[in-house]
């Protein structure tokens, strides 16, 4: 089977690095730092929209987007894993699938440099088959394009999809592959009204996930 996972949100909750990179850059604006809360709230569409949520949040001038969103990339490729951590189960999870002789990928909205040292960093990237970052492609999710780029690169198989959020449950409709939805991460709205094929709370449970779909 070809799975592919999300990863802010689905692998790793990495709000933390994230808030602290985003409150660096307000700091430095002389803006008021944003909660976790509504540092999430700005997550799902990758860092320019990131800032541009945080520039409307802090009625900063829109017209400093891009030095903005330079400065917030220059300050999360610095540090961006301090903070984060795998998900519970995922340490155990990765290494099992691909004993089972599972493809993996990841096709996230995270810039690809950050991504490769979050994963480097937890020893994981051995496991994954194909990874999109957010600057692959000239398009980002709920493009369907990276994703499919992702299953096309681990080639013929069943298609599995795994993700948190309204970016990615948008993503595999368009795409048309099946969703497994991770309901601990970044979601913003119920998951009764996200479009999925799957819903787990446990990266323990995940493994049902699998054996379902393989049925």
Do not use: W
């Not at 001038?61 to 490729?77: C, N, P, S, V, W």
């Not at 519970?88 to 002789?101: Q, R």
């Amino acid at each position: 089977m070809n799975i592919v996972f999300d990863l802010d949100g689905t692998l790793i909750d990495s709000a933390p690095d994230i808030q602290a990179a985003c409150n660096k850059v307000l700091a430095d604006e002389g803006a008021r730092p944003v909660d976790m809360k509504t540092l999430i709230s700005f997550i799902g569409n990758g860092i320019p929209k990131l800032v541009e949520r945080a520039i409307k949040a802090r009625d900063l001038d829109i017209a400093d987007h891009e030095r903005l969103t330079q400065k917030m990339l220059d300050y999360y490729g610095a540090d961006p894993a301090t903070l984060s951590k795998l998900y519970n189960g995922i340490e155990t999870l990765l290494p099992a699938l691909k004993a089972e002789h599972h493809h993996l990928g990841i096709c996230t909205n995270k810039p690809l440099e950050p991504t490769m040292a979050i994963l480097d960093l937890y020893g994981i990237t051995k496991h994954f088959d194909v990874i999109i970052g957010g600057d692959t492609l000239p398009v980002k999710k709920p493009n369907p394009a990276p994703l499919v780029a992702a299953f096309k690169a681990l080639g013929d198989g069943q298609r599995l999809y795994v993700g948190d959020s309204e970016v990615d449950a948008e993503t595999a409709d368009k795409a048309r592959v099946p969703f497994a939805l991770f309901t601990e991460g970044y979601r913003k709205v119920a998951v009764a009204d996200l479009p999925k094929t799957y819903t787990f709370s446990t990266f323990e449970d995940f493994a049902e996930v699998v054996r379902q779909h393989r049925l």
